[in-house]
């Protein structure tokens, strides 16, 4: 049985988050470690929970990755790159807390910083995931990006971890090649599993048994495995209903994590000392990763908001430490360090990240223009040409209101998706379509200077893009056409009209009336039923 207490401190750590326009995680470390400090310990059943959360936030990463952003340059490169850099840049920040006489500093030797600074240089794949999932902007241009470096990071700790135990995997490890060829099937079970708890359970089973505990016995890193798991169902169709299905149970685990960290341990002046300055080097690892980014020829609202979100340290800098540790590389001190250091860096992501538009649009005013043919071809804008009507979100309502008004209206209609499987998808069934990420101001200045557009139709599932994309248009004032939006629930209508929405429509409100109307028709009522209206 899970402590009481532990639900309580973390239910008021995430209000006073909420309260100060914080995300709630930071509320959920602070509650860590106002446990700490009360007496309790982690326990067990906590530990275990928190590795749940952590494996199905990856299955759920893999189940929305396309395969091949770790093959581009920006990801493989980038992350590459990035690690060394840190990694020295982190030795001479240790270096000169040394100089400066901080305690702890003073028996360090420079391969004890190396080993520190190979921890602090990986980013948190669970604070940056939740972010963006928060925001609906995993499927974006520097959202791709940051969980393609996130996950290459995964992949060099799983070789350091591999390496510095001394334990090879197991030559049965090979067999796991066979789930490859395996993968049809997988997704042919997950068909037959329909939308609802089979489906879940479907999910959990293969994220726990198939991937963490399969890839665990033959000794390869569990999470690793949910995450490659996930990536073999990724291009089936119903994966992203899974993703779905599995977000709030997968949150509410994930809570566990983040008390974990602040129950490792209490620490002294000292050591708060120390990792207050290992988060004010966080600059330092944003500014690298910016660098970074500019040589592959991204835009500046790709690497900027990418470099924000990645500004952080790593739970897997956590996992080094500890193993550093027992094989007596480290003191027990510094575990503690580190995950106060982890912690902080979480809330002052955090902040960061809340103003990212505004650091972008400040920060790429004195930056070097890049010409549009110099640019990455995926990360170049979007040309709109004579498109008349414009749908943003092409998923079962979108792609209904593309067909309406290209069949029944007679209308050039351009739908827009930010999900690259299902551009491919599209296309290849006749749709006029196009990549494009709808909470990208870059993309609003390129799609608005089409003076042809009469009418832009906003089918995102997420209210918050919706909104955004409202925002964006008023500030257009070239764009004189109208704007129809769609709304989940009731109380999301009236924020979508205050933006100048011409027309709102509740989904499920028009699905009632469509078949009701539908109903009336079919027997015979629908005369009978003008005259009344």
Do not use: C
């Not at 008021?12 to 914080?22: H, P, S």
């Not at 700490?36 to 906590?46: F, I, R, V």
């Not at 189940?63 to 690690?83: E, F, P």
């Not at 009236?494 to 027997?523: C, F, M, T, W």
Request: aromatic content about 8%; glycine content about 8%; cysteine-free.
């Amino acid at each position: 049985m899970i402590e009481p207490a532990f639900l309580v401190a973390a239910f008021l750590g995430g209000v006073a988050a909420l309260i100060v326009r914080l995300p709630p995680l930071v509320g959920f470390l602070a509650a860590g470690y106002v446990l700490n400090a009360m007496g309790y310990a982690q326990t067990p059943l906590l530990g275990a929970i928190a590795d749940i959360g952590v494996t199905l936030l990856l299955f759920t990463i893999g189940l929305k990755l396309d395969i091949r952003t770790l093959l581009r340059g920006a990801v493989w490169g980038g992350a590459s790159l990035h690690l060394l850099a840190s990694t020295v840049i982190m030795i001479g920040v240790l270096s000169l807390a040394k100089l400066a006489g901080l305690r702890l500093m003073q028996d360090e030797t420079l391969t004890t910083m190396a080993f520190l600074g190979f921890a602090l240089s990986f980013s948190s794949t669970v604070f940056v995931i939740k972010v963006l999932d928060k925001r609906s902007e995993a499927q974006t241009a520097y959202g791709r990006l940051a969980i393609g470096v996130l996950i290459m990071q995964d992949i060099f700790a799983v070789v350091f971890i591999t390496a510095s135990t001394g334990e090879l995997p197991s030559p049965w490890a090979l067999l796991l090649l066979g789930l490859i060829p395996a993968a049809p099937w997988l997704q042919r079970l997950l068909d037959a599993m329909g939308h609802g708890e089979m489906q879940m359970l479907f999910g959990m089973m293969l994220a726990l048994v198939l991937g963490y505990g399969l890839f665990s016995a033959v000794g390869i890193k569990g999470d690793l495995g949910a995450l490659i798991i996930g990536l073999l169902l990724a291009p089936h169709p119903a994966a992203q209903n899974l993703a779905r299905t599995l977000f709030n149970i997968k949150e509410l685990l994930l809570v566990g994590f983040f008390l974990n960290i602040g129950l490792i341990a209490m620490p002294t002046l000292n050591m708060l000392l120390i990792a207050l300055v290992l988060v004010a080097a966080l600059p330092l690892k944003a500014i690298l990763y910016q660098l970074i980014f500019m040589l592959f020829h991204l835009r500046h609202r790709t690497s900027i908001l990418a470099s924000l979100s990645l500004a952080n340290f790593s739970e897997f800098g956590l996992i080094v430490e500890v193993i550093a540790v027992s094989n007596g590389w480290l003191s027990d001190e510094w575990l503690v360090i580190l995950s106060l250091a982890v912690a902080i860096s979480f809330m002052f992501s955090a902040i960061l990240n809340g103003y990212s538009e505004a650091l972008y649009r400040y920060l790429s005013e004195h930056l070097p223009r890049i010409p549009k043919a110099d640019l990455d071809p995926s990360d170049r804008p979007i040309e709109l040409g004579d498109a008349q009507a414009v749908v943003l979100g092409m998923g079962r309502i979108g792609r209904s209101a593309y067909q309406r008004l290209q069949k029944h209206y007679g209308l050039n209609v351009l739908g827009i998706d930010s999900n690259p499987n299902s551009v491919k998808k599209l296309g290849e069934k006749g749709y006029n379509i196009m990549e494009g990420d709808a909470v990208d101001s870059d993309f609003w200045d390129k799609l608005m200077v089409s003076p042809s557009i009469k009418l832009v139709v906003l089918a995102m599932p997420h209210h918050a893009g919706n909104l955004f994309a409202l925002e964006q248009l008023q500030d257009r004032d070239e764009f004189e056409g109208h704007i129809t939006a769609i709304v989940e629930y009731p109380d999301e209508i009236k924020p979508i009209q205050e933006l100048g929405a011409n027309a709102v429509y509740h989904i499920y409100d028009e699905a009632g009336r469509s078949l009701a109307d539908s109903a009336a028709r079919e027997a015979g009522m629908i005369s009978h039923l003008d005259q009344l209206g």
